[in-house]
């Protein structure tokens, strides 16, 4: 099954943008990427999607380059609210022609003051 | 709307011992899928329902559990002689259009501890 790779961690003090990079090389022609966020014990968070180019919204922005093989989650000036788990998805075809939405292992942002 | 609700929260059984969890969806929402997360992993899937159709399967789910949405409304998943491997958050979301591009919404889960 084709996945998902995101780096596991990453800090960042307060007031400084975080950009967080997903690589799905194997994504279908017509999916989207989609964004969440996870706190602990909840469940994930909708923060943003989009096919190409560049989508913002008033709390992040992503980035997506022609080939679509990767996509970039930008936070601008983030806060110690902000630290949690940030999850890229998207469809995924695994080798035996079966569709699953499939999270990657995520990114672990600790946000320091 | 809601949300998504599950219940119970919290789940504590002894080994062989049968469980079922409950999913509500958002109203009218259409598709709704179950997730499994470890601690310190991210979710993963298990199974969905367009309806009261289920569409997909995880290969890696074993035939322990089964998951039923009967009237294409709220989802049940039942995990029979269950196991210590099976401690787990059993997440549920639902999404509103019949894409698979459609945003997931998410309950807190189920968290199942089995000792």
């Not at chain 1, 997903?22 to 990427?33: G, K, L, P, V």
């Not at chain 1, 968070?45 to 930008?74: C, H, M, W």
């Not at chain 2, 322990?64 to 099976?86: C, H, M, N, V, Y």
Request: hydrophobic share 30%; aromatic share 10%.
């Amino acid at each position: 099954l084709a996945k998902t790779t995101q780096p596991i961690s990453m800090d960042s003090y307060e007031g400084q943008e975080v950009n967080i990079t997903c690589s799905h090389n194997n994504i279908a022609t017509n999916d989207y990427i989609t964004w969440y966020q996870q706190f602990p014990s909840q469940g994930p968070r909708f923060i943003i999607q989009g096919y190409k180019t560049k989508v913002t919204n008033e709390v992040a922005s992503l980035f997506i380059p022609a080939d679509r093989k990767s996509s970039t989650l930008s936070l601008p000036r983030v806060s110690l609210s902000d630290t949690a788990v940030y999850y890229c998805l998207v469809g995924l075809y695994s080798g035996a022609g079966s569709y699953q939405l499939t999270f990657g292992k995520g990114t672990k942002l600790s946000v320091i003051p | 709307d809601t949300g998504v609700s599950q219940d119970p929260r919290h789940k504590i059984t002894k080994r062989g011992q049968n469980v079922t969890f409950r999913c509500d969806p958002i109203s009218e929402h259409n598709r709704l899928y179950w997730y499994r997360q470890t601690l310190g992993q991210g979710p993963e899937f298990l199974t969905y329902f367009q309806n009261e159709a289920q569409l997909e399967k995880s290969r890696l789910l074993s035939d322990r559990f089964s998951a039923e949405r009967p009237k294409g409304s709220f989802s049940t998943l039942e995990i029979q002689r269950t196991e210590q491997g099976d401690s787990a958050m059993y997440l549920c979301a639902s999404s509103s259009r019949d894409t698979n591009n459609s945003p997931l919404h998410f309950g807190n889960g189920t968290r199942l501890t089995v000792t």
